[in-house]
């Protein structure tokens, strides 16, 4: 397999130059790419967003507020959770919470969370999971109705002490086959909605100073 | 100089006497992984395919002229700039694919099939030789993720090529084929994988029962496993 001998000097010289002309290429590559990578990430997030809103809401001109809190118990992460507040004519109308139920079966399981301000829920999304095939990802809306259960529920309704499974005498169905998965997910959006009830007021105080500080830039 | 022959010869190899796949079993990681539909399979065949076949043409001029330790080094710096563009490239172009094959895209430079390669360049007779080989290992290891993707994506959801679209846009939207099942889900979980897989080389040794092997395919295969 030696072959030809070969020349140090033209294997430097070719090695130089591949690595320059490589080094251009996803130079070049990176500034074309750039902008577009930005804008697919942007339009990904708005659909999302938008899914989990009141559906009266998406005519309207909305501008979004992105924060970040931090509540181990009540988020489910360590780390702090992003919440995007949502101004319909200067009015705070909704927060999503970018929460996390760290029970899931294989993994903790991702979730984005729309509350109106009147503590309403107005969608939930799993975002990302590791959930069984088959059993755990039917809380995916594409493979079936479960997860729009929450949609109109909120802590009154049903009341708060019902926030559960029926395998636990609550209100909500399980997935069959996937109790674990179903009662990590009752329980994120329950802890979300307690979250939103005891810092409303601060959330929507916060975005709004956010939002007249970048008009002030 | 070569004659049409011994072309011939080369791509045949690639393509089926030789398969990365069928017969050097190299490159199965992203085989297994992303071959749930046939969309998929096509996506990362033709990057794969790419990445071989303009690697192998950088480097097919230079092989007389490189130290033969610094082969393998220039060849994964090509491929690994090549990869990375690809990457950048279907990000910002083919978002919601790419968002699909994941890090199996960037995975290409270590893609046993494409590693191998490498030595193949250095054992064909000339640069012309030496970029077919690239195209036709290429397009057979192509060709396999094509039809494990469309077995899967057959049995696994009863539909074929349902999302062309993510490739070639709307346009491609109605070109697609919906069976009246449901499908049976393991083929399209890891298990089935590898059922499918061990199905396709059963067929292939099937097929290949009468053939002698080849003194020229026995030559083929000690070269591509050398740098492992």
Known sequence: MDGPKGNVLLTLLAVATFAAAGAYSIGASHDFSKDRIAANQRARLIT????VLDPSLRSHDLRTVQLAVADRALLGSAEPVDVFVVFDAGQPVAA???????????????????????????????????????LGDRMEPAKSGWI???????????????WAVDKDDGDFD???????????????????????????????????????????? | MQTQTDLRTVLATGLWRNNAVLVQLLGLCPLLAVTTSVVNGLA???????????????????????????????????????????????????????????????????????????????SQRGPIAATLAGLSTGLGFLGVLVTLGALRELLGHGTLLADL????????????????????????????????????????NLLRRHDAPRPAAVAENNAAE???
């Not at chain 1, 999302?48 to 899914?51: D, E, T």
């Not at chain 1, 729009?148 to 019902?162: I, Q, V």
């Not at chain 2, 279907?90 to 490498?118: C, K, M, Q, W, Y």
């Not at chain 2, 919906?178 to 994988?193: C, K």
Request: glycine share 8%; hydrophobic share 50%.
């Open chain 1, 148 to 162: 729009l259960r929450f949609d109109g529920a909120s802590l009154d309704r049903p009341p708060r002490e019902r």
């Open chain 1, 174 to 217: 399980s997935l069959s086959g996937a109790t674990i998965t179903s009662r990590a997910v009752v329980k994120a959006v329950k802890n979300t909605l307690l979250y939103f009830e005891q810092h409303r007021d601060e959330i929507f105080r916060d975005a709004a100073a956010r939002a007249a500080d970048a008009n002030a830039n």
């Open chain 1, 96 to 134: 999503i919470f970018a929460s996390v139920a760290p029970d899931g079966y294989n993994a903790p399981i991702g979730l984005l969370i729309g509350v109106s301000s009147s503590a309403t829920l107005t969608g939930v999304r799993p975002v990302s999971h590791r959930e069984t095939a088959g």
């Open chain 2, 226 to 228: 050398s740098p492992q």
């Open chain 1, 48 to 51: 999302s967003l938008n899914s």
């Open chain 2, 165 to 204: 679209p993510l490739l070639f846009g709307d346009r491609a939207a109605g070109f697609h084929l919906a069976l009246p099942f449901d499908g049976m889900h393991v083929a399209v979980l890891p298990p089935g994988a590898f059922f499918g897989t061990a199905l396709l080389l059963a067929l292939c």
């Open chain 2, 44 to 122: 990362l065949g033709l990057a794969t395919a790419a990445v071989l076949t303009v690697g192998s043409a950088l480097v097919a001029p230079l092989r007389g002229a490189l130290l033969p330790i610094a082969r393998v080094p220039l060849y994964v710096l090509i491929t690994a700039s090549l990869v990375t563009c690809i990457d950048l490239l279907s990000n910002a172009l083919l978002d919601d694919l790419h968002e699909r094959l994941g890090i199996f895209i960037p995975l290409i430079v270590t893609n046993s099939a494409v590693l191998a390669h490498a030595e193949t360049i250095a």
